[in-house]
């Protein structure tokens, strides 16, 4: 199917987009279009104004920014996935992006309507749940930042109000904290085919001492139902060196955790994942954390 008819606002500017935004009426941003032309094809979307913000080159960028690493919310997935501060600071991240779809979607997909899209299936949102970002927007009233934690505010919904887009975030670079010796991430998909949706998804961050115990543990399961921080399964390997009996644990909590949307088989097909991955995920993430040590 085709889109229904549409006008192109094409801007070069955030100040050009805040504005059109404001003078159209049922406007939405054109990003990378991943997610809003299937819409549109489908007429599960049909926007009277397209406000295209391909073009706005101040919106493109991932940089060293001291303790953080500041990408820019037209930054593609590919460019954001390769960025050398990423792969240095941010590896989580990098390998994340790895496990997206596949090189079309990479190349045109970018961070901000990613964010903005929020899909409970997608990647992004695990990392991003154990990174906590700052992500910035800018609308008619200015400029604000907010911590993911308070952006997200559950499946395909975000803190935006009318008129804002997403400029900008800022990725904390994983160093250990002052009581650790090392520091640890991974990202572990399932999905049925290579580049599919998730199934299930774990992000891990795992802080050591100098003796290899766990000092802190972050999870995040994505895939299966909302978007789950299994608090229980981190507090569990706390304090621990990760044994097998740990691991165990752990991938018990995360079952219990996780409300899948599904029932019956497929249900527990997908919680019996999650605890798979969370146990794969803990164990790449402290062996990466105990390398140095
Ligand atoms: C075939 C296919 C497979 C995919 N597989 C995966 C996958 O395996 N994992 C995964 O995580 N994702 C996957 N995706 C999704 C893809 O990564 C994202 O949908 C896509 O990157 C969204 O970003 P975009 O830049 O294309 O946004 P667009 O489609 O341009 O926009 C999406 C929404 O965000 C809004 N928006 C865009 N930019 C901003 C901004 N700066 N501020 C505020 N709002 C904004 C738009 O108005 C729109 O409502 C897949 C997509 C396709 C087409």
């Known amino acids: 199917m085709y889109p229904s008819q549409f006008e192109h606002v094409p801007v070069d500017s955030v100040d050009d987009a805040v504005a059109a935004l404001q003078e159209y009426e049922d406007a939405e941003l054109l990003a990378g279009g991943q997610s809003l032309v299937p819409l549109q094809k489908t007429r599960f979307a049909s926007p009277d104004y397209l406000v295209d913000i391909t073009g706005i080159e101040e919106l493109q960028y991932v940089d060293d920014a001291g303790d953080a690493v500041e990408v820019g919310a037209l930054a593609s997935h590919t460019q954001i996935q390769r960025a050398q501060p990423v792969k240095d600071h941010v590896y989580l991240f990098s390998e994340c992006i790895g496990q997206i779809a596949d090189w079309p979607v990479r190349n045109q997909g970018t961070f901000g309507g990613t964010v903005a899209e929020a899909d409970p299936s997608g990647d992004y949102l695990p990392v991003l749940q154990i990174l906590d970002p700052e992500i910035t927007l800018v609308g008619p009233d200015g400029e604000r930042t907010v911590p993911f934690e308070e952006f997200y505010l559950g499946m395909f919904t975000v803190d935006m109000e009318e008129g804002e887009l997403i400029t900008r975030a800022r990725l904390p670079k994983l160093t250990p904290s002052s009581d650790a010796a090392g ?13 599919d949706y998730a199934l299930a998804s774990v992000a891990a961050i795992v802080e050591v ?8 543990a ?10 789950t921080r299994p608090e229980e399964a981190e ?6 060196d990760l ?7 752990a991938a018990a909590a995360v079952r219990e955790a996780v409300l899948p949307d599904e029932e019956g088989p497929e249900g527990d097909y997908k919680e019996a994942m999650a605890g798979e991955f969370t146990e794969r995920a803990l164990e790449t993430a402290y062996e990466r954390a105990t390398e140095s040590i």
């Open 183 to 195: 520091i640890g991430s991974t990202y572990k998909k399932h999905a049925e085919r290579s580049g």
């Open 209 to 216: 001492d100098d003796a290899g115990d766990v000092t802190d």
């Open 218 to 227: 972050r999870l995040s399961v994505g895939g299966v139902g909302p978007l």
């Open 235 to 240: 507090s569990l390997v706390e304090g621990t």
């Open 243 to 249: 044994d097998d009996d740990v691991l165990a644990e």
